[in-house]
């Protein structure tokens, strides 16, 4: 009988498993310098963070998509959550927020793409404090 191999995921080790059970895990902080802001400034977001295609893209490599607009900040967020079992921010969530969709979305993509581009820089949350020794 033929065995068929499946297809290995991005970040896949013998540790990590596609099917585990997600837990939020915590947020990748990233705080964008003002010359990284001002490099945002001055690219055109439809050709350099064309919505759509990224979009597609990051739901194909296993992320969920969030957009939406926090009133309590007046902007809007952009968030991808790594639901994929295989990578080490399995359970992590990188965000951007800006004026506009747009414009987080490029915040977003900008960290994911040039800041994190071989995967985001996360650290196991610390446990808290236990009462008793």
Not at 84 to 98: Q, S, V
Not at 100 to 116: D, G, I, K
Request: aromatic share 14%; net charge negative; proline share 5%.
């Amino acid at each position: 009988m033929a065995t068929h191999k499946r297809k290995k995921f991005a970040g896949e080790t013998e540790g990590n498993n596609p099917n585990r059970k997600f837990e939020f895990k915590g947020f990748v902080n990233y705080d964008l310098s003002d010359a990284e802001k001002e490099r945002l400034s001055e690219l055109d977001l439809e050709v350099e963070f064309p919505l759509a295609s990224q979009i597609s893209d990051a739901v194909g490599d296993r992320y969920k998509v969030t957009l939406s607009y926090d009133v309590g900040h007046s902007c809007y967020t952009a968030s991808l959550t790594d639901v994929n079992g295989f990578r080490d921010a399995f359970g992590y969530i990188l965000t951007g927020r800006g004026k506009s969709m747009h414009h987080a979305w490029a915040a977003l993509m900008y960290r994911h793409l040039y800041v994190f581009p071989d995967g985001w820089e996360v650290k196991p949350p610390e446990k808290a404090p236990s009462d008793f020794a």
